[in-house]
């Protein structure tokens, strides 16, 4: 929540920095929607705006006079136009208006990304560093990989390190060229192998290493059950897990049901039944593999951090809209989730490097998904803008009325559609 409603803030008040820019009267300034009624709100004293918090937490809104927006108030447009409303100015003002939140978000971005090379660095996994360490997936499995295979290159391109990138790099690659027992291996991949495993929803590789207990997740079994951080499971009712493919793999088989955990705390091997999920998880997050990879980290000065900030959001950017098309494929379509999705990629207990890592991750999320061209979103309006500057004539305003209704009706059909995946996720 804390997130979000700093990109949203953010995002607002860039379009209502530019409408006051170029005099254009802001009647309302919201953090999260308020239908109805509001948690709180406040107009100063020969102001024209009320700033306020809204009950609904899906967003924030600037109610910009002049303007055919969410909230759809025709009373205003059929009245006489007026010097400070927003469609008495050039096309260009508007432009600037409409694009100021997502330019705000993007920005917020590579300045929080530089922001976090300077105060922690760059904390890489060398691939060579994992060895013959990885474990890969059943579907990697099919598609020519071999426990303990190490990448080198895909498509020519070195792989250097172990990160989300990397993989998205190897399940993309039609060549891929690994070490294995000594010797490279060219593999040829299947065309559709990211698809495969969005649909399978199996990782691709993760390394091999012991089960530890970073922190046992609250409503979970094994949380429930008394288990600790610093905990090492080393068996599942009595079958030896080694490492954590093993581990899973033997939960799988009691979904829905407990099973004993064996695991050593303070060197005292222990036994506790713990309830196994139909997910097959017992809710815990683990210690990272960097913790038993020897991993490199590079720091930088305040004027190094920027130029490493900006290329950290342009290639987070990229790499996003690069995913984008798997959203139209009925496996990208079923990976899509809510806020249940949102709030299980931050860390189970607080970290701030984490915490602005996602923050910014998110805001290079909002920024391109607000810049799509659909009506209702800020690209929608761009769109009509552009038009306007072409024809050099303004759309229809019952068009523009017709169009942002049925953009409200795609996105709130896009929102309940994500949400409810995130349900039967969690209950089926």
């Known amino acids: 929540m804390l997130s979000l409603s700093i990109l949203v803030f953010i995002h607002e008040l860039g379009h209502f920095f530019f409408a006051r820019l170029f005099k254009v009267k802001v009647e309302k300034f919201y953090l999260f929607f308020d239908p109805w009624f509001s948690l709180f709100k406040y107009k100063p004293k020969n102001s024209d705006t009320e700033y306020g918090i809204g009950w609904l937490p899906f967003g924030g809104y600037v109610k910009i006079a002049g303007m055919i927006d969410e909230s759809m108030d025709k009373e205003q447009m059929a009245q006489p136009e007026q010097p400070w409303e927003f469609r008495s100015k050039p096309a260009w003002q508007r432009l600037l208006i409409m694009t100021a939140g997502v330019i705000n978000n993007f920005i917020l971005a590579l300045i929080i990304y530089s922001m976090i090379a300077w105060v922690w660095g760059e904390t890489r996994l060398p691939m060579k560093n994992i060895g013959g360490n990885l474990v890969y997936s059943e579907i990697a499995h099919n598609a020519g990989f071999v426990d303990g295979d190490l990448p ?58 012991p089960v530890v207990v970073d922190n046992a997740i609250a409503g979970y079994g094994a949380y429930d059950a008394g288990m600790q951080s610093g905990d090492s499971i080393i068996a ?14 033997q939960l799988s088989n009691y979904k829905n049901g407990n099973t004993d955990i064996t695991f050593v705390r303070n060197g005292e091997k222990q036994n506790l039944s713990v309830a196994v999920n139909e997910e097959g998880k017992i809710g815990i997050s683990l210690i990272p593999a960097t913790t038993f990879y020897p991993t490199e980290t590079i720091y930088y000065g305040f004027f190094e951090s920027i130029p490493k900030g900006i290329k950290k959001g342009f290639d987070t950017l990229v790499g996003y809209v690069s995913d984008f098309k798997y959203v139209f494929t009925k496996e990208g379509a079923n990976s ?23 923050t910014a991750f998110l805001s290079i999320i909002l920024a391109f998904m607000n810049i799509l061209p659909i009506p209702a979103l800020d690209g929608g309006h761009v769109l009509f803008l552009l038009y306007e500057v072409i024809a050099r004539r303004k759309p229809n305003e019952k068009f ?14 896009l929102l309940i559609y994500a949400n409810l995946n995130d349900i039967i996720r969690f209950f089926f």
């Open 236 to 249: 599942v009712n009595g079958v030896p897990t080694s490492d954590y493919t093993d581990f899973t793999a």
């Open 400 to 413: 523009m009325e017709y169009a942002q209704i049925t953009g409200m009706v795609l996105l709130f059909g």
């Open 336 to 358: 899509l989730g809510g806020f249940g999705t949102i709030g299980s990629i931050f860390p189970s207990v607080w970290n701030w490097e984490a915490f602005w890592q996602m």
């Open 152 to 209: 080198l290159r895909a498509d020519g391109k070195e792989i250097y390190e172990f990160s989300g990138e990397t993989i998205r790099t190897l399940a993309e690659a039609k060549e891929v060229e690994v070490l294995r027992n000594g010797e490279v291996v060219t593999l040829t991949l299947p065309e559709d192998l990211m698809l495969q495993l969005l649909g399978g929803n199996q990782r691709f590789a993760s390394c091999r290493m």
